[in-house]
């Protein structure tokens, strides 16, 4: 049986990204931890990025990242319960910011 080329199959034969994912990690008190995101639909899900530059572009210079393949980042995540592994989201909301001080009461 011929294999099939990735432009006639509209779902590929190969659904795991090749080579090492960009994951985004932040320091934590044994050194980094991958960062864990949520879903449009609010489930927690690993990310992993195909080059440092899409990384950089969705989430900033300033984050840090560690290379893993994919099923190292699945076996990471899945002791938290995240079996959901995201390839090069494109749309991340910003990180939260600091509250405002609340305005002061006026007694009447």
């Known amino acids: 049986m011929a294999g099939l080329h990735y432009g006639e199959d509209p779902e590929p034969s190969d659904p795991s990204p090749a080579g090492p994912l960009y994951v985004p990690v932040r320091p934590g008190p044994s050194g980094c931890a991958a960062r864990l995101f949520r879903t449009l639909l609010g489930d927690r899900t690993a990310v992993g990025f195909t080059s440092a530059l899409r990384l950089t572009t969705t989430l900033g210079?300033?984050?840090a990242w560690i290379r893993l393949a994919e099923p190292a980042l699945r076996a990471l995540a899945a002791p938290l319960g995240v079996t959901?592994?995201?390839?090069?989201?494109?749309?991340?909301?910003?990180?939260p910011g600091p509250m405002p001080a609340p305005a002061p009461a006026f007694a009447t």
């Open 84 to 95: 959901t592994v995201t390839v090069d989201p494109q749309l991340t909301a910003p990180a």
């Open 61 to 63: 210079a300033d984050q």
